[in-house]
């Protein structure tokens, strides 16, 4: 049974570009919610989806876009890339945004901006 | 707007030792959820236990245990007979049960002492 998928692990960017991370959640899961993690942090809630629509949106400014697609995975793009955006970025998956089951978290995706 | 806080940036103890971990949280909501995490240098958040706010009885898991004090707003996590296997961070979150939205606090970073 695999678990929530994240690629990549590692990528690193530059000021002003455009990025995309990807997530592929837990077997039987159909929601997925996204968390920034800064150094020395808690995650963040960035936003989640479900029914390939978003469903609820932290503080994060419209530089943060994602997308759901029909089988569930989903798409994080960050478009220019602030040295601020430095983080590891965290997809958790599960049943339903009701459910009272907790969230399935990847390994992340660790971003540096130069 | 809810809150989470861990006082405790860092925490040891001795191996087979017992610790606690502290948390407390805001919020004017009577329906939610609370829940430890686990992240180990490997990044994963790892589930270690839950509550729901309207179990007046604390949750056990094996060597997990928490101490819930609803109208305090605590949620204490004690680890019994530590291992090595323990040393991670710890993340103390709560879940809204109205808008489902996580918000995890700072974090606490325990040692185990062999």
């Known amino acids: 049974d695999a678990g929530v998928t994240q690629s990549p692990t590692h990528l690193i960017k530059t000021r002003g570009q455009q990025v995309t991370l990807r997530c592929s959640p837990k077997s039987g899961h159909d929601t997925v919610s996204w968390y920034q993690q800064a150094l020395g942090q808690g995650p963040q809630f960035i936003f989640q989806y479900y029914e390939e629509e978003e469903r609820q949106r932290g503080n994060f400014p419209d530089r943060f876009s994602g997308h759901q697609f029909p089988n569930y995975s989903s798409e994080l793009n960050v478009n220019a890339l602030l040295l601020g955006d430095s983080a590891l970025y965290l997809c958790?998956?599960?049943?339903?945004?009701?459910?009272?089951?907790?969230?399935?978290f990847g390994d992340g995706t660790r971003l540096s901006i130069l | 707007a809810q809150t989470v806080t861990q006082s405790q940036p860092e925490m040891s103890v001795q191996e087979a030792e017992t610790v606690t971990l502290s948390c407390t949280y805001d919020t004017s909501e009577s329906d939610y959820y609370l829940f430890w995490y686990k992240q180990p240098p490997s990044r994963q958040m790892i589930l270690v236990i839950r509550q729901e706010a309207y179990k007046q009885q604390n949750a056990t898991e094996n060597r997990f245990s928490v101490n819930f004090q609803k109208a305090a707003k605590s949620f204490s996590l004690k680890i019994s007979d530590s291992q090595l296997g323990d040393a991670a961070m710890y993340f103390c979150?709560?879940?809204?049960?109205?808008?489902?939205?996580?918000?995890f606090g700072t974090g606490t970073r325990l040692k185990v002492l062999a």
């Open positions: 979150a709560y879940r809204s049960g109205r808008t489902y939205k996580y918000i």
């Open positions: 958790a998956s599960s049943f339903s945004p009701h459910s009272n089951q907790p969230q399935h």
